[in-house]
Every structure is written in structure tokens, then in C-alpha cells.
């Protein structure tokens, strides 16, 4: 999979950029604050209609276009894939007339019809290498549900509509749990959201666990090579709801072993879940929220029995976090027969050179990989001669 042409209108510091986008190494080279991370931020922006820098898309739109009669910005690309070639298209458009500020809008267009956002799932997919990645083995449980998802989500369209519609039902559970609280009310009105909230909830913890045992056979060994040899890496699988959990008076399974292992379908997890809801139904009341569901799971990494997030040091995290997105890369390829689009912000300054040299001979094989760099010398010169490469200025790519 590549990316042969990218065109962006309006976009962060990008007021127009056409250009073709070179098969292979692409590095783009250039000071702080020029565009590069934009650049890569669209491409992201393409497979996932989210931005991994932005708080809302409103801050995408160059600056200058939000003065204007109605402020837009435009992403549109050729994509290649084995089997089509693609005209991707997304368009964030302001409405002055809806508000102060103007209510946004997010249209997707594939090969010029107008789609779901849903329905990029699987068109284009891409792995993100970033030097805040440390938050998802350091950070908050959101952060690696938040990793989780975005990964699911682009190769499972099923998974991507679940996960939407989880968070509205969610919601609208959570609002009733709040509203008994506030004012009483007869607890079955409950009943009709725990059947949609378990159902759903089935298919995401079942995908979840799937992805980790999968992630985790390809992350182990990689682990292994990157530590020569010490250890390997394992993904712990923590949900809220232990959907596993040993009928009364039988001995349970640690929560460290992955719940795939004893066979739960998605339905059986629904069933399970469902009877966990009624059992704490007065607890969640008291408390106003929903406590338990795939919105509270948690993911930890286990190096040579230590949970790295705990009790690594920064240099174990890194390293858990660059096997995790080379296991990623091939758990993508594996998922779609091709590779994805690679894209690393920065991320050699933050290697030693030994890991840098082995991570760019790791990635050497993929089809499209897209770099950011301040510092040109970070890169071997045989690794060089093989990449193109640009200089951006202020949201222009000059010529070479």
C-alpha cells in the first residue's frame, strides 16, 4: 500500500500542496515548526479521520482560512493498494451560519461518493511511530485503550462501528444510572440499555483479545532481538469485567493470562457481562456510572516478569514501545497482505545509534515510509542514498 499522490488545501500550515508522493524512504528534513509533522498528520488524518496532535479538528484549518466567509480544509490522495487504486477524499468545512463559531463538518469521499467516516476502516492503514508513544506502556489506561482502538479500528470495520456506537450507549446508560441516583426510579429501566451495552460490549473484548494474542506473538520475539536475547514481552490483559472469572468456590485465573485461551465467544462474554450488570446494579446506581465494560479495560507490559510501566526504567519502556510498533507493522501486513504506510515523527532522536540503525534496517522493506527530522545526519549515509528526500519551509517543500 502507498500513497502516489497527496493534494492538501488549507490544511494546519499547508495552504496548497500537490505533489507525488516517492515510493520508499521519504525523509522530510527541516526546523521546528515548518510543516513536516503536518505532513504527516494528513497521511494519519487519511486512514483514521483523527489527528494524533490536534485536541479538535477546527485546529487543523490553516490559520488564515478560518477568516474567510467559510473556512474548510481539504485532504485528497491517490491511493494504491494490491488490488485498486483509490481517490481519498476528506473535507472539514465550517458553517458560519450554524453558531458563533460555526458548527464543523466532516465529509468523506471515496472515489468521489460520499461515505461514513466507518467506511475508511481498512482502506488505508497506517502505523505511527511517535516519541510521546511512551504513554501507551507510561500513561493513563485511556492511552492504550485509545492505541488499541485506533489499531483495531482501521482493520475491522465492524470493530470501528461497534466502538461508536458503544460510546453513545454508554452514555445514554451512564445518564440514567445518574438520573436513578439524582431522583430514584424503578431499576429495570436499566434493562433495555444492558443489552445493547453487553452486546456490543461482546464483540470489542473479544476483538481486543484476539489483537493481543496476536500482537503479542509477533511483540515477544521482537522484544527478545531488541534486548539480545534477555527477554520477551508480554501484553497482560486487565478488563474491568473479568468476563473469565471461576464460578463460586473454584480457583480463578490470574488476570495475566489472556482470556482467548479459555475460549470466550462474544456472546458468552455479552451473557457473563449481562449478569455482572444485574449482580452491581445498586452499586452503579449509588455511584452514578457504569463500572464495568471495555471503556475501563487495561493493558500492561510484562518484561522478564516486571510490569514495564511500573517498574521499568525509560530505557525498558522505549524498547517495549518500538517492539509494540514493529509488531504492529506486521500484525497490519498480516491482517491486509501488504504493508502499511509507515510514519515516523522524529523518532531516531530519541535512539541510541545501534537502535536506530535497527529499526530503519527492520522497516527497509516497506513500501512507503514517511520520516520527519530536524537533524539529517541521523540517518546512515547508506540509508541516505536510498531515501528521497525533502526540505520544508514554512509549509512548502523546496526543491531538492
Not at 509477533?218 to 534477555?230: E, I, K, N, Q, V
Not at 531516531?348 to 514517511?370: F, I, K, N, T
Amino acid at each position: 500500500m502507498r500513497v502516489r499522490h497527496i493534494s492538501l488545501t488549507n490544511f494546519r500550515l499547508y495552504a496548497r500542496l500537490e505533489s507525488p508522493l516517492p515510493a520508499g524512504p521519504l525523509i522530510l528534513v527541516g526546523a521546528n515548526a515548518q510543516g513536516k509533522t503536518s505532513l504527516l498528520e494528513a497521511l494519519f488524518y487519511l486512514a483514521t479521520a483523527q489527528s494524533h496532535h490536534a485536541a479538535s479538528d477546527r485546529q487543523l484549518i490553516h490559520f488564515l482560512a478560518l477568516h474567510e466567509a467559510q473556512p474548510f480544509a481539504r485532504i485528497v490522495a491517490e491511493v494504491e493498494t494490491r488490488h485498486e487504486t483509490l481517490r481519498v477524499e476528506i473535507r472539514l468545512v465550517v458553517d458560519p451560519a450554524a453558531g458563533p463559531d460555526g458548527r464543523l463538518r466532516k465529509d468523506v469521499l471515496i472515489n468521489g461518493v460520499k461515505k461514513r467516516v466507518g467506511d475508511l476502516a481498512g482502506r488505508v492503514n497506517v502505523v505511527l511511530f511517535l516519541p510521546q508513544d511512551m504513554a501507551i506502556v507510561e500513561g493513563a489506561p485511556g492511552d492504550r485503550r485509545r492505541y488499541l482502538d485506533l489499531a483495531l479500528a482501521q482493520v475491522d470495520p465492524a470493530y470501528h462501528a461497534a466502538l461508536g456506537e458503544y460510546a453513545k450507549v454508554l452514555s445514554q446508560r451512564n445518564a440514567l444510572l445518574k438520573q436513578l441516583q439524582d431522583r430514584g426510579g424503578a431499576p429495570d429501566q436499566l434493562e433495555f440499555w444492558d443489552g445493547k451495552l453487553c452486546e456490543l460490549a461482546g464483540l470489542l473484548m473479544a476483538a481486543r483479545i484476539a489483537a493481543l494474542a496476536e500482537l503479542e506473538a509477533l511483540a515477544g520475539p521482537l522484544h527478545r532481538d531488541l534486548t539480545a536475547g534477555t527477554d520477551g514481552l508480554r501484553l497482560a490483559y486487565h478488563p474491568a469485567f473479568d468476563p473469565a472469572e471461576a464460578p463460586e468456590g473454584q480457583l480463578g485465573l490470574p488476570l495475566t493470562v489472556p482470556v482467548h485461551q479459555v475460549g470466550l465467544s462474544a456472546a458468552e462474554i455479552e451473557t457473563r457481562l449481562a449478569a455482572k450488570l444485574r449482580a452491581c446494579r445498586a452499586e452503579e446506581i449509588s455511584r452514578g456510572a457504569t463500572l464495568y465494560g471495555p471503556h475501563r479495560d487495561e493493558i500492561r507490559f510484562i518484561a522478564n516478569g516486571l510490569d514495564v510501566g511500573t517498574y521499568g526504567s525509560r530505557g525498558q519502556a522505549r524498547t517495549a514501545v518500538l517492539a509494540l510498533k514493529l509488531a504492529e507493522t506486521a500484525w497490519m501486513r498480516a491482517r491486509s497482505g501488504e504493508w502499511p504506510l509507515l510514519l515516523l515523527d522524529e523518532v531516531l532522536a530519541e535512539l541510541d545509534a545501534s537502535r536506530r540503525r535497527d529499526l530503519l534496517s527492520r522497516l527497509a522493506g516497506a513500501e512507503q515510509c514517511v520520516m520527519t527530522t530536524t537533524d539529517l545526519n541521523l540517518f546512515p549515509e547508506e540509508f541516505r542514498a536510498q531515501a528521497a528526500i525533502w526540505t520544508i519551509q514554512n509549509g512548502r517543500v523546496l526543491p531538492a
